[in-house]
């Protein structure tokens, strides 16, 4: 991927819109986001757009991507969880900059097809887990930074009790709702849990596939 003219342009694209964490930057370089996309997307992989993936998903947008992690203020020695690891692309470059990532999925189906990409790319800090994301991930709590790779009404009380005092959770926060005269969006959103409870600050307007409860019936039997 080295001076490879697309992740050069894209870069400086998200230099221009504002990211300026150079970890997050050097992470989204050294990720090759067509290994995360369907074969006619490919063209468009180093594209700042979303791209549709299987199970009426989506993968977000590089300045998205980036936003989120340096919202996160991640330090080496991190343990984050991700909820919605869809492809796996915001999964791999939270690897990067963290000790470990956690990152969970409702369709069974993308997590393997997100393991395997991971194994190619040896991302060994990289734990992955079929459940429903509105509970978390008890057995591995608490992490210092939660991520919602979905969208929610509000974020569910189960995640922040995940999250340690001082942690940082980053989410995506509202419904979109469209009319002939206007469309309300959620927000990125970023929230600081201290002992006294929590500090909101919108980031953001943003579009996310909706977070869903529970699993999808035919695989709700086994994980």
Request: charged share 20%.
């Given at each position: 991927?080295?001076?490879?003219?697309?992740?050069?342009?894209?870069?400086?694209?998200?230099?221009?819109?504002?990211?300026?964490?150079?970890?997050?930057?050097?992470?989204?370089?050294?990720?090759?986001?067509?290994?995360?996309?369907?074969?006619?997307?490919?063209?468009?992989?180093?594209?700042?757009?979303?791209?549709?993936?299987?199970?009426?998903?989506?993968?977000?947008?590089?300045?998205?991507?980036?936003?989120a992690a340096e919202a996160l203020e991640l330090g080496p020695n991190m343990r984050v969880l991700e909820i919605g690891c869809?492809?796996?692309?915001?999964?791999?470059?939270?690897?990067?900059?963290?000790?470990?990532?956690?990152?969970?999925?409702?369709?069974k189906s993308l997590l393997r097809e997100a393991e395997d990409r991971f194994k190619k790319l040896k991302l060994e800090n990289?734990?992955?887990?079929?459940?429903?994301?509105?509970?978390?991930?008890?057995?591995?709590?608490?992490?210092?930074?939660?991520?919602?790779?979905?969208?929610?009404?509000?974020?569910?009380?189960?995640?922040?009790?995940?999250?340690?005092?001082?942690?940082?959770?980053?989410?995506?926060?509202?419904?979109?709702?469209?009319?002939?005269?206007?469309?309300?969006?959620?927000?990125?959103?970023?929230?600081?849990?201290?002992?006294?409870?929590?500090?909101?600050?919108?980031?953001?307007?943003?579009?996310?596939?909706?977070?869903?409860?529970?699993?999808?019936?035919?695989?709700?039997?086994?994980?």
């Open positions: 991927m080295a001076g490879d003219p697309r992740v050069i342009s894209l870069i400086m694209t998200l230099r221009k819109l504002g990211i300026t964490d150079t970890r997050v930057l050097s992470a989204i370089e050294t990720t090759p986001r067509e290994m995360f996309v369907a074969e006619p997307f490919r063209s468009s992989a180093y594209d700042n757009t979303a791209l549709p993936i299987a199970c009426g998903q989506t993968i977000s947008q590089p300045q998205i991507v980036a936003m869809g492809s796996g692309y915001q999964a791999a470059v939270l690897s990067h900059l963290c000790r470990r990532v956690y990152t969970m999925e409702r369709h990289i734990a992955t887990w079929y459940g429903d994301g509105f509970k978390g991930w008890p057995e591995q709590a608490p992490f210092d930074r939660i991520l919602l790779s979905a969208a929610v009404p509000q974020v569910p009380e189960t995640l922040i009790e995940q999250l340690k005092v001082g942690g940082i959770l980053v989410a995506p926060v509202g419904e979109r709702v469209n009319s002939d005269s206007e469309s309300v969006y959620q927000h990125l959103t970023k929230m600081i849990r201290s002992e006294s409870g929590i500090v909101a600050q919108r980031l953001m307007p943003v579009v996310y596939v909706p977070m869903v409860a529970g699993l999808p019936e035919k695989n709700a039997s086994s994980r």
